[in-house]
């Protein structure tokens, strides 16, 4: 044990935080726990039909100590002590309004239950007219600031929010000093931060989501802002010009955080970064392999050496900043706005008459309802999976589109709509879910594709998260689409590993990040490879989904 030295990865999720414990020396992983956000659970603070989407700091904080106290826990006596370094990823643009002092407008009074007070999560796209706004703006002014972030200006992000949040809450606009995203609040809180202006902001989020780049100096200028809305005036003086890679440490562990975790003051805390790209690393990303963290979304990571990007701009991507993912080298960001959450949909759709059905049966006693509701919904997706395994591609005639939560790759477009196609009475639910898995492989598809058509090479592709671990059957669906292999990570918790990393670069147990992802890389336990018959295929339906997906969005533009 005296030898060892341990660093916790923390890993803010959509519905979850989960941390682990990992051996540094080797990347072992001792320990971990996951708290599922109780308000979030509850459905608190969310309208799903208008894309209003919001969590409150509390189940952030409540997940921060409950992950921490119990992985320490279970971890080998000794552990604690040996802790070194803890850094964090979280989901993003996911900003939050704050006073001067960095406290969340929500954890103040008056604020405890407004919805624009919390952080607004990545998935809310409430603001896709003040998205459009920036992006014709943008076009007419002398530089186009959206250039480095693919050229399109998203809802998801984080100026869309913020000017959103301003004009629908007076009070809000009124309150707020500043606005910071999830991934530099956390280090905030933990290293005992009293001045939003000390926060050390990520160089990730920054780049990728809120038009900073060294080329500007920072941020747009004040009068960019003013000229898209006269509420954004001094907003941009507020915030920060100078940026950090997540190799920097943020501070070291407050007294108070060290006491409520059961750890010391000596814990270097590192800078914050988005889930995906501290998952890239954790998943040892090469250059030119395209990561992609499967989830409720997708985010796909690729990075490359400085010189070979040069002042290639990548059209209609989520972003391209120098020192993402790996500090040093150039980290490109592209995704789909759901995929996990498409097949959720599904299956809440298909849940709907069981649990309306057997719920108010009066042939049975409650808890029987309850069991049998349960058993139902676990063997949903299985028996799903189990039925739409036996059908060839294309035997369904469905074709569907994947932007049940608009498109983010390529050319984000968050006003499109899932659709269906080729709909006839003998489509069942195993035909649809096939015809979903299809659709989300189909929009992967066209990432790599715009990935390529802009000079950027794709020498394979890594899948990590949830859906990779858990769906054998969506990964085959995928690299037959793809017509490439697929590896999957070993470890099930990528993302957090990937922040063991960096908190293990940052407390200087390595010098660099490359070296502590070669040390504590847990490598690859599976590999899909593709079906050359069904590959073809697909060839064919890939082309019926991109001219469906054509018309859909010319209807969409007209309506």
Same mark, same amino acid.
């Given at each position: 044990?005296?030898?060892?030295?341990?660093?916790?990865?923390?890993?803010?999720?959509?519905?979850?935080?989960?941390?682990?414990?990992?051996?540094?020396?080797?990347?072992?992983?001792?320990?971990?726990?996951?708290?599922?956000?109780?308000? %979030?659970?509850?459905?608190?603070?969310?309208?799903?039909?208008?894309?209003?989407?919001?969590?409150?700091?509390?189940?952030?904080?409540?997940?921060?100590?409950?992950?921490?106290?119990?992985?320490?826990?279970?971890?080998?006596?000794?552990?604690?002590?040996?802790?070194?370094?803890?850094?964090?990823?979280?989901?993003?643009?996911?900003?939050?309004?704050?006073?001067?002092?960095?406290?969340?407008?929500?954890?103040?009074?008056?604020?405890?239950?407004?919805?624009?007070?919390?952080?607004?999560?990545?998935?809310?796209?409430?603001?896709?007219?003040?998205?459009?706004?920036? $992006?014709?703006?943008?076009?007419?002014?002398?530089?186009?600031?959206?250039?480095?972030?693919?050229?399109?200006?998203?809802?998801?992000?984080?100026?869309?929010?913020?000017?959103?949040?301003?004009?629908?809450?007076?009070?809000?606009?009124?309150?707020?000093?500043? %606005?910071?995203?999830?991934?530099?609040?956390?280090?905030?809180?933990?290293?005992?931060?009293? $001045?939003?202006?000390?926060?050390?902001?990520?160089?990730?989020?920054?780049?990728?989501?809120?038009? %900073?780049?060294?080329?500007?100096?920072?941020?747009?200028? $004040?009068?960019?802002?003013?000229?898209?809305?006269?509420?954004?005036?001094?907003?941009?003086?507020?915030?920060?010009?100078?940026?950090?890679?997540?190799?920097?440490?943020?501070?070291?562990?407050?007294?108070?955080?060290?006491?409520?975790?059961?750890?010391?003051?000596?814990?270097?805390?590192?800078?914050?970064?988005?889930?995906?790209?501290?998952?890239?690393?954790?998943?040892?990303?090469?250059?030119?392999?395209?990561?992609?963290?499967?989830?409720?979304?997708?985010?796909?990571?690729?990075?490359?050496?400085?010189?070979?990007?040069?002042?290639?701009?990548?059209?209609?991507?989520?972003?391209?900043?120098?020192?993402?993912?790996?500090?040093?080298?150039?980290?490109?960001?592209?995704?789909?706005?759901?995929?996990?959450?498409?097949?959720a949909w599904f299956k809440k759709v298909l849940a709907w008459p069981i649990e309306e059905m057997i719920g108010k049966s009066e042939l049975i006693d409650d808890e029987l309802k309850d069991k049998l509701i349960a058993e139902a919904l676990d063997r949903l997706i299985p028996a799903l999976t189990a039925e739409a395994e036996k059908l060839d591609p294309g035997a369904s005639g469905v074709i569907a589109l994947d932007w049940l939560n608009g498109r983010r790759t390529p050319d984000a477009n968050q006003a499109l709509k899932g659709a269906m196609m080729g709909l006839n009475l003998g489509s069942d639910a195993p035909r649809i879910f096939r015809a979903l898995v299809e659709a989300t492989c189909f929009g992967a598809r066209q990432i790599v594709e715009r990935f390529q058509s802009e000079g950027i090479p794709i020498k394979g592709v890594i899948g990590l998260g949830g859906v990779a671990k858990k769906s054998p059957f969506i990964m085959q669906v995928m690299a037959n689409v793809l017509n490439r292999p697929i590896k999957i990570?070993?470890?099930?918790?990528?993302?957090?590993?990937?922040?063991?990393?960096?908190?293990?670069?940052?407390?200087?147990?390595?010098? $660099?990040?490359?070296?502590?992802?070669?040390?504590?890389?847990?490598?690859?336990?599976?590999?899909?490879?593709?079906?050359?018959?069904?590959?073809?295929?697909?060839?064919?339906?890939?082309?019926?989904?991109?001219?469906?997906?054509?018309?859909?969005?010319?209807?969409?533009?007209?309506?």
């Amino acid at each position: 044990m005296a030898d060892n030295k341990y660093v916790i990865g923390l890993d803010y999720g959509t519905d979850s935080v989960r941390a682990v414990i990992v051996n540094a020396n080797n990347g072992d992983e001792v320990a971990s726990a996951v708290h599922y956000y109780q308000r %979030w659970k509850a459905g608190q603070f969310c309208d799903p039909p208008t894309n209003l989407f919001r969590q409150h700091p509390l189940d952030y904080i409540e997940g921060l100590e409950h992950t921490i106290k119990a992985a320490l826990a279970k971890a080998p006596a000794g552990v604690g002590q040996a802790i070194k370094g803890i850094a964090i990823d979280t989901t993003g643009s996911t900003p939050v309004a704050v006073d001067q002092q960095g406290t969340p407008l929500a954890l103040t009074p008056g604020f405890e239950d407004n919805p624009h007070a919390m952080f607004i999560l990545w998935k809310d796209h409430t603001g896709i007219q003040e998205a459009a706004e920036i $992006n014709t703006l943008a076009r007419k002014w002398a530089i186009d600031y959206t250039k480095y972030e693919g050229g399109i200006y998203s809802s998801e992000w984080f100026w869309a929010k913020i000017l959103r949040t301003l004009r629908v809450d007076e009070k809000v606009r009124s309150a707020a000093y500043s %606005w910071v995203e999830h991934c530099d609040w956390i280090p905030f809180l933990l290293t005992g931060g009293e $001045n939003v202006a000390d926060m050390k902001r990520s160089r990730c989020a920054a780049g990728h989501k809120a038009l %900073w780049h060294e080329n500007f100096d920072g941020l747009p200028p $004040n009068d960019f802002f003013v000229a898209l809305d006269p509420l954004l005036d001094g907003v941009r003086d507020r915030l920060f010009d100078t940026t950090y890679t997540s190799d920097i440490p943020a501070g070291k562990l407050s007294q108070e955080w060290a006491d409520r975790l059961g750890l010391n003051t000596d814990v270097v805390v590192g800078v914050g970064a988005f889930d995906a790209h501290m998952g890239a690393v954790g998943g040892e990303v090469e250059p030119f392999y395209l990561s992609k963290v499967m989830g409720t979304s997708t985010c796909d990571m690729l990075v490359a050496p400085m010189e070979d990007v040069g002042d290639k701009l990548v059209r209609g991507i989520c972003g391209q900043v120098d020192g993402s993912v790996i500090p040093g080298m150039m980290g490109l960001e592209a995704g789909q706005s759901a995929f996990g959450d498409v097949y959720a949909w599904f299956k809440k759709v298909l849940a709907w008459p069981i649990e309306e059905m057997i719920g108010k049966s009066e042939l049975i006693d409650d808890e029987l309802k309850d069991k049998l509701i349960a058993e139902a919904l676990d063997r949903l997706i299985p028996a799903l999976t189990a039925e739409a395994e036996k059908l060839d591609p294309g035997a369904s005639g469905v074709i569907a589109l994947d932007w049940l939560n608009g498109r983010r790759t390529p050319d984000a477009n968050q006003a499109l709509k899932g659709a269906m196609m080729g709909l006839n009475l003998g489509s069942d639910a195993p035909r649809i879910f096939r015809a979903l898995v299809e659709a989300t492989c189909f929009g992967a598809r066209q990432i790599v594709e715009r990935f390529q058509s802009e000079g950027i090479p794709i020498k394979g592709v890594i899948g990590l998260g949830g859906v990779a671990k858990k769906s054998p059957f969506i990964m085959q669906v995928m690299a037959n689409v793809l017509n490439r292999p697929i590896k999957i990570a070993r470890s099930e918790q990528t993302c957090a590993l990937g922040a063991a990393m960096f908190a293990a670069t940052a407390a200087g147990i390595y010098d $660099n990040v490359s070296a502590a992802m070669q040390a504590m890389g847990a490598g690859f336990d599976a590999e899909y490879l593709p079906d050359p018959g069904q590959a073809a295929q697909y060839d064919k339906i890939y082309t019926e989904y991109q001219q469906f997906g054509a018309a859909v969005e010319k209807l969409t533009h007209h309506v």
